[in-house]
Each structure stands twice: as C-alpha cells, then as structure tokens.
C-alpha cells in the first residue's frame, strides 16, 4: 500500500510538472517593441528625448527623455533585451517599477554602464541591491543582451548568457519589501550630451503562477 502511494506521489508531481513546463511554454512572447514606433509604451519623459530608426530605440544624453515604461503591469516574467551604450554611458532597464516616483526606488534598476563602479552598481546589477557574481563584459559600443527572470521573489539577471545575479529579495532587508508586480521598462541616456544608449529586440514572456 506504501508503495502505491509513493507511486501515485511520483506520477502526481510529473504531471504538475509538465503542466508547468507547457504552460510556460504556450505563454505568448510579447514584443514590447515592434521595431518600428513606441506605440507600446508610455513616455515619461520628454518625447523628443526618443528616436526611433532602423529597428533600434535611441536616447542621447541631455535630451531628459527619462524612461519608457510598458503599458502593463507584469508580476513573473522572462524579459529580454538587447543593448549598447557609449564610453562612459550609463543607462538601465527597470523591473517590477510604478509609474510613479522614481523606477529604480518603487522596483528594480538593472544597470547598463562601462563607468568605473562596484559590483553593486556596475552592469547587470540590480542597483544598489544585489551584486555581481562574476562581472559581465561591459564593453561600449557593443551589443549586449539582459534576459531578466522574475518568479516570486526569485530575481535571476543574465548577461550574455551568464548568470550573474541569482538573488532572493525576501532574504535582502530592504529588498524583501520591493512589490513583487510593475511595469518594466528603458532607462534614457543618463549621461550628458554626447552619449547614447540604445535597445531593440525587446521582449517579454509572462509565467504561469
């Protein structure tokens, strides 16, 4: 009888577990950006801080474009997106953010810089919260990718292709009381004149709870 029960257990979580897996698997990727236009978000900044062409998003420093947020709220996801920024650049892509007060304090900034800084506050950190472990390559003028998990309290950044942040925000002090929804979004050129950043193939995949 013991090992009927242990049997059904074992049939019981395979299949919870496909359904998981399939799930997850027929979630609609979603294409923030159509490559074309910024008809899928919402700018809160000036709109002249933002050009559009040849597939790419561009913002130039100076130009107070301050970020672009999606227009939904999204709670456990798979975000990617491809970037590059100037020598000296500093940008980033936010997480789990309201549309007010400021995205990187109401949820996550993933930074975007080549600027002498910490672990705590270089490329592919999330902000002031979570280091890097190891340091991502963090060359200008190159194209690099973010692709941003999100599950719970389950927050996992890789960049291009390693993992360099696998962190549990009910364990951080502070972090523990981020919101665990919000809007994701592209950080300006947060530099002066002079400097650039730009995104493109910018996508999202919602996750079943």
Known sequence: MKQIVMLLGVILT????NFTVHADENSEIIKLFNGKDL?????????????????????????????LRSKN????????????????????????????GQPW????????????????????????????????????????TFEIHCK????????????????????HEKAKFKPLAGYVGLQDSHSPAGHYVEYRNVTLKALQK
Request: glycine share 12%; proline share 3%; charged share 25%.
């Open 14 to 17: 395979a299949i919870l577990t």
């Open 39 to 67: 008809s899928n978000w919402v700018v809160m900044g000036k709109r002249e801080g933002w050009e559009v062409k040849d597939g790419v998003i561009r913002s130039e420093g100076g130009r107070e474009g301050h970020w």
């Open 73 to 100: 709220k999204y709670q456990d996801f798979i975000f990617k997106v491809q970037w590059r920024v100037s020598k000296g650049g500093n940008s980033g892509v936010y997480i789990r953010s309201a549309d007010k």
């Open 105 to 144: 304090e109401t949820g996550y900034e993933v930074q975007i810089s080549n600027e002498p800084r910490d672990d705590l506050h270089c490329t592919g950190s999330l902000y002031g919260f979570f280091p890097v472990q190891p340091r991502p390559d963090e060359t200008a003028d190159k194209w690099h």
């Open 152 to 171: 719970g309290t389950q927050i996992k950044i890789i960049a291009d292709g390693v993992t360099c942040v696998n962190a549990d925000q009910a364990k």
